[in-house]
């Protein structure tokens, strides 16, 4: 049966396709568009298909690599929870493909177009294989996958991305390595590399103290690869200088998946009972995300490249996700997950954004937005959901989330974390209604100027290609009816993800 | 911890490439390590049967061989992130004429 093979398809169809696309793309050129948005669909059928079967069938699908069964071979797990966010990924990676293949004829030259789509699909490999994989070490490597495609990615970028690629190389080997190591420590304390078979084998270790090293090893390595606070520090650049469709593909999607791998190894993983009742983990973690909140928004208002400010809420976002799983309770997880999945839709919306208005003017300098939204006034309507919904306005899904992920912390009595919340919230106000100030109501004086002060790129530029505002749109729709129906996708799925001893 | 040493201090991108090696084959090599057993043999299974009777084989005979096969993957993700980080080196040099990370940075900011 087809469904049967639905985890290893979703995996294997991009990474056959990137090879081919590779190969097709030193033949015909125009074929690997096709032929990348013909391998996303098939993966969102895949994705949907898993989704489905998790929930008819109520209990999580295993899927054995090759026959072996664990300990010994390589198991796919996928339950509720990767489930959908399997499902984010593929919408997200569809949507901004298409969106990409305008973006990119503007910003990368035409030979390397193939390479361009090729390293894509790999990303998206890569993230896939995360999400479904059941094996700690099988997670290490398509994290890898996942980082490498995303280097050379970023390189592709404008002038300094070179540079920012190499520090995100430096950065990313650290904590690559450093997750690494951990998986070590637990290999040697109880001999599986399996999930589920640490689930039994790890709480005869609890008290260890090599068990804890681990631990925090991990934390640190996936904690840089998703760019938490005080390891963000390679995100900004890395996402700035990136070529517009690969930040808006990058930066909803990678960093998300990152917060999955957490709740996946803090809940599933171990029992929850560790990083609460034996360390006082979640409690560190809730600090740390508070103060990162802040800090990262203090520093979004200090940027006027847009794009750049975007980088640093999405830093503050990720506190969110983190706040969330600090709170490590029912309300708590409810909400990091719900974020996870908005929290895509909402990054991919305003880094689109930010590509297009870059697309059509050329700039991304925020005092330069002039009254623009009479040049370009669907990209801005769909702006203003975007920061509507990050602030946290009740139709749009950015204020479910953020009210589970506030219940979550009051009923973990952390009123410190609830004031951070609410606090952060109206400093992304003034942070978006700064620029949509900007946007909407300054005069356009500086309209005469700007094509002179900006002459240097000597091509005039076009209004954005449907191309790449239809996606844009679905994506906004996407935001409005993930709020809507935030109800029904809690009930039937997150409800499920979050493992019963919580 | 020399890699990691070389990689936050030093100043030259090369230097910290190569930090960032050191770190990882450390790494590598202390998961061949765990593998090792006093008085143990290679893992490969000579006889399971001689005349007719499985003789019991006793895990502790035997080096465990699957961290080396894990390393291997590590390995060739090693190679990857050293060949795809000096390619950058390669263009950063193109581009700047300069591999020293603040001169780097200075000429960004022009």
Known sequence: ?502 | MLGLYSMMAKNNLMKKLIGMNIFQWAIILYFISIGAKRGAQIPIVAQTHSHGQEIALHATDYINPLPHVLMLTAIVVGVATTGIALALLVILYKRYGTLEEDEIIEALKK
């Open chain 1, 1 to 502: 049966m087809i469904i049967e093979q639905l985890p290893a398809l979703i995996i294997v169809t991009p990474l056959i396709l990137s090879l081919v696309v590779s190969v097709a793309g030193l033949w015909e050129r125009r074929l690997c568009f096709p032929l990348v948005v013909g391998a996303l669909t098939a993966c969102l059928v895949c994705a949907i298909g898993i989704l489905a079967v998790v929930m008819r069938r109520g209990e999580p699908i295993h899927y054995f690599f090759g026959g072996w069964h664990p300990p010994w071979g390589i198991e796919y797990t996928i339950d509720y929870l990767n489930a959908l966010v399997l499902v984010g990924v593929a919408v997200i990676s569809l949507l901004v493909t298409i969106y990409a293949k305008r973006a990119i004829e503007r910003e990368i030259p035409d030979t390397k177009h193939p390479q361009f789509y090729t390293l894509l699909l790999l990303h998206i490999t890569g993230l896939f294989g995360i999400t479904a994989t059941g094996d700690m070490f099988n997670l290490y490597v398509l994290l890898e996958v996942a980082s490498f495609s995303a280097y050379a990615i970023i390189a592709l970028g404008e002038q300094g991305a070179a540079f920012a690629a190499f520090r995100y190389v430096i950065f990313g080997t650290i904590g690559a390595c450093a997750y690494l190591l951990g998986t070590g420590y637990f290999y040697i304390l109880t001999g599986s590399l399996n999930m589920a078979d640490l689930t039994h084998l790890l709480p005869h270790s609890f008290y260890s103290k090599a068990l804890l090293v681990g631990f925090a090893f991990f934390i640190v390595g996936i904690g840089i690869k998703m760019g938490i606070f005080p390891l963000h520090i390679w995100l900004p650049d890395a996402y700035t200088f990136a070529p517009s469709a690969v930040s808006a593909l990058l930066a909803p999607l990678f960093t998300k998946v990152g917060a999955y791998v957490i709740i996946r190894i803090m809940f599933t993983v171990f029992d929850p009972s560790f990083a609460i009742g034996l360390y006082p983990v979640t409690d560190v973690l809730g600090w740390i995300a508070a103060i990162g909140i802040l800090f990262a928004c203090m520093m979004a208002l200090a940027q006027s490249d847009f794009k750049r400010m975007l980088c640093y809420v999405l830093v503050a976002e990720m506190g969110y996700v983190i706040i969330g799983i600090a709170s490590a309770n029912r309300f708590g997880l409810t909400g990091a997950i719900l974020h996870i999945i908005n929290d895509m839709f909402m990054m991919a919306c305003l880094f689109t954004v930010s590509g297009a208005i870059f697309y059509q003017t050329g700039t991304r300098n925020i005092y330069r937005f002039r009254s623009l939204h009479r040049t370009m006034p669907i990209i801005f309507a769909l702006f203003i959901v975007g920061a509507l919904s990050v602030v946290g306005i009740p139709p749009l899904c950015g204020f479910f989330s953020k009210w589970y992920l506030i219940l979550g912390a009051i009923q973990a009595k952390q009123w410190g974390l609830v004031v951070v919340m609410l606090l952060s919230s109206l400093l992304m106000a003034i942070l978006f209604f700064r620029v949509i100030e900007i946007a909407y109501f300054a005069p356009p004086t500086d309209q005469v100027h700007t094509p002179h002060k900006h002459g240097n790129t000597g091509t005039v530029m076009g209004s954005v290609p449907l191309s790449m505002v239809i996606p844009m749109i679905l994506i906004g729709i996407g935001i409005v009816l993930l709020g809507i129906f935030s109800g029904v996708i809690i009930k039937h799925i997150i409800a499920f993800a979050i493992p019963s001893t919580l």
